[in-house]
């Protein structure tokens, strides 16, 4: 009898817990994921010799759309990229023409930086991938934050496992490491410049770190954002890309 | 006619230099000719050679969506390996290989590669696969030279490959280099990495399904299977075909500049000779020649040039053309990087047919030629020209 008191016991606490990590899961998500979003971002590619920077301008509807141009420098200024689901296509300025990405452009990083078009392509809502679990609490500089160990629950995951530290109070992720199928880190990102914008806590700077790749990593920082705006559906068109 | 060419040969001995600056022109043209028409063939049979001996065996099954310049094929190109080939799996007859994209970090740089699943104990193609064999504490893995060149590679090394399971999952793993081998085949070399089958299966999540099956024996008796292409050694290297076509006719042009400074030389000489030689034409007509056979008489004479020129090819080609075939020619720039199958040093492999084929087309063209000017005579005034008149 008392046995079995200590083991329903047990599955009662497990149970809290874990739903504790799911609710703080959602909270994150309500932070980080809205219906869309219009961003204008300066990413930072910090390499060994010297950093250079990129400036563009993004409209994302929901995961799976999303159309970038790039407003600096002039090398690149007028490049458009446009995702439309598991598709991505680039338009250059230079050579007046619109390619696909696919197969091992994919893999290539985005401007040099240490993200991959791949990467830019998963962004799907955490609790909709991963099922969560509370590993403990730590002090990132001066915020209180609850680490979480997401697993993914469904197949198709990019990253099968994340380690995610969660501000305690704000619901925002400071630090997530993603990691690979067989436990290797592949990704590290630093979230800084917590900011309140539309009443959801978010991230105005992600340094984005490949852990395979040389170099510093890419400070990705947003300059300004709305989220819930009314986008013309023309912008999500092959055709906006050489407008 | 028998005279015809003693008379030619006793006119053409007789002219002394001018009849040997021609020949040594067009035995130049000769050996030149055969020569490049040699490399051509020495690349087409070692192109194929290697090809077959590295890449394609006697032929493959490739599966049905696979196609190697299409990047969008290969992430559905895979299935189980057919039930109908199970007999020549187990004879070692028939490979199936696993192919995939995947990307490898050497010193922190990202790339980009092919990755392949091969089995280790396979003897259809040169590939070292046996040192994929090995017990290590990282994944084994074989590379060309041209990669680990690029890559900064060598035997030992570890690199990191990352790569996205059938489901999309990231993963990653070390790779420790067993073997770097030297090709003259870039399609195996460049952007490719080797590991064990089973545990490319393994890694990717798909036992047992292969991207292409690679049989030793060429049959022509050979059907497709369902869900896999039949591409036949033929196929396979068309691309070969087609390079040596385009570049055969790109040399088509240098042996015609050739053949037309031979050519030139030998009309020239025919014009002169009509022209001093009016009074001799003039008594060859006297003594009963028809118009016909001294028409013909000349052109034997321009003719044999050609023949002359054979001999004297003969003479210092047959020694350079063998030793040609001997010790190869090695091309003076870097050939590793052309994409196609090619050698640094090319052997010129020279077949009767070639040989006789040149040899017709010479000498066909100095007929030719010789008989163009000749045609005159059949329009002179035999009284004229044996008075030696001008016409």
Redesign the interface.
Known sequence: MKTRLTLILSICILQAFSQDATTILEKVDANMSSRNRIFESSMTILGKRGSRTIVSKSYAEGTKQSFTEYLSPASEKGTKMLKLDKQLWIYSPSTDRTIQI????L???VMGSDLSY?DMMDDRKLTAVYNAKITGEEMLGDRKTIVLELT?KV??????AQKIWVDAVRFVPLKQE?F???G?L?KRMEMKDIRQIQGRWFPATIVYK?M????EGTEFRMTSIKFDQEIPDYIFTKAALKK | MKLAFKLAYRNLIGAGLRTWLNVIVLSFSFVVIIWLKGVMSGWDYQAKTDMTNWEIGGGQYWHKTYDPYD??T??DSHAPIPAGVTGELKTGDLEPQLIV???I?P????M?VIVRGINPGQSILKLPTRKLDTITDAIPAIIGGMMAKTNRLSPGDYV?L?W??V???????DLVITGIFTTNVPAVDAGQVYLPLVKLQEMMMLPGEATILTFRDEEKSRTGLNGWTLKTKKELTRQVDEVIKTKSAGQSILYFILLLLAMLAIFDTQVLSIFRRQKEIGTYIALGYTRRQVVGLFTVEGSMHAVLAAVVSAVYGLPFLIWQARVGWTMPMDTSEFGMAIAQTLYPVYSVGLVISTLLIVMLTTAVVSYLPSRRIAKMNPTDALRGKLQ
């Open positions: 696919s197969g091992h452009m893999k290539q990083s791949e993914a197949e198709d995951a990019a990253y099968y993603l690979a199928k067989g290797k592949l490949d395979l790749k040389q170099g | 990047p969008f290969l992430t994209q995947g990307t970090f010193d922190g740089r990202m980009p990191t990352r996205r399971n489901k999309g999952t990231f993963d990653a793993a």
